[in-house]
């Protein structure tokens, strides 16, 4: 039958429909999962890592954070000569800024590709007549070092015990102290960072024309990202994303941000 719907079958088809619409409207949409959380190691390594905290290494999270939502990288504090531990008994899943013959040869990490070169260098207390041939030879020298820091001059041997006994070096928790220990004539050499001294001397200018720089490194070395092995997060997935990062010229902003490089 044909013709005009009547009122009765109107309101049997539309009620159930009006009924229905908040509750249809009130379902949440698909939601995404959370990030998987990843701990990311971080001791005192001007410039990468300050005391707050803070530094390169936060910046490069910041990086990761904003490029994928796949994981959020958060930092987690620890201390040079415990980091490996830490690491292995899972406190953190990685570690930034870190290259394998720093004591990590024999643990269970995985390392991404190099993505960063920095190097050591040696300052001494500027005084007439003193060139850079002042640093050909340590031996009979005082050097002064950072705890938990490993120097090619000492075989990467990172003992304050030996290196004391073997190399003259006394090591100690601050990089600017123990240039300022030098200008003060407290020690003859002090081994520091060079993308640390970049940044402190350019806050510096007094300072920087009390000291002379050794074009002599104790050591050039590549950053890479180190992994523990049974984590969700892997080197090959970090490689992509520094791959992305260096492609579209966000590392390099963070590099020049930071004083690393000119």
């Known amino acids: 039958m044909t013709g005009p719907l009547s009122r009765r079958r109107v309101l049997q088809t539309t009620l159930p429909l009006l009924f229905a619409l908040p509750f249809l409207a009130s379902r949440p949409a698909a939601a995404h999962p959370p990030p998987t959380i990843i701990r990311v190691g971080a001791y005192d390594f001007p410039p990468y890592v300050d005391d707050s905290g803070s530094g ?7 990086l ?11 930092t987690v504090r620890t201390a040079p000569q415990r980091r490996y531990d ?27 590709r190099p993505f960063l070169r920095d190097a050591e ?32 001059f000492a075989g990467f041997e990172a003992d304050p015990k030996l ?13 600017e102290g123990n240039v300022r220990s030098v200008v003060a004539g407290r020690a003859d050499l002090a081994i520091v960072t060079r993308s640390f001294l ?27 990202i180190l992994t523990r092995r049974d984590r969700k997060i892997t080197a090959g997935w970090l490689d992509a994303l520094l791959d992305r990062l260096e ?10 941000r930071s004083g690393i490089i000119a």
């Open 121 to 152: 260098v040696f300052v001494a207390r500027a005084a007439p007549g003193l060139d850079q041939r002042y640093f050909d030879d340590l031996n009979g020298k005082s050097i002064l070092g950072r705890l938990g820091y490993h120097y090619a």
């Open 163 to 175: 290196l004391e006994q073997r190399h003259h070096t006394r090591v100690t928790v601050t990089h």
């Open 198 to 224: 970049t940044r402190f001397l350019q806050r510096e200018p007094e300072l920087a024309r009390q000291v002379l720089v050794s074009e002599r490194t104790d050591q050039i070395y590549e950053h890479t």
């Open 56 to 62: 390169v290494t936060r910046g490069l999270l910041d």
């Open 64 to 74: 990761f954070n904003a490029a994928q939502d796949e994981f959020r990288f958060d």
């Open 86 to 112: 830490d690491l292995e008994q899972g406190r953190f899943d990685m570690i930034a800024f870190e290259c394998r013959n720093w004591g990590w040869q024999d643990r269970p990490v995985d390392a991404t």
């Open 247 to 256: 492609a579209d010229g966000r590392l390099e902003a963070l590099w020049r």
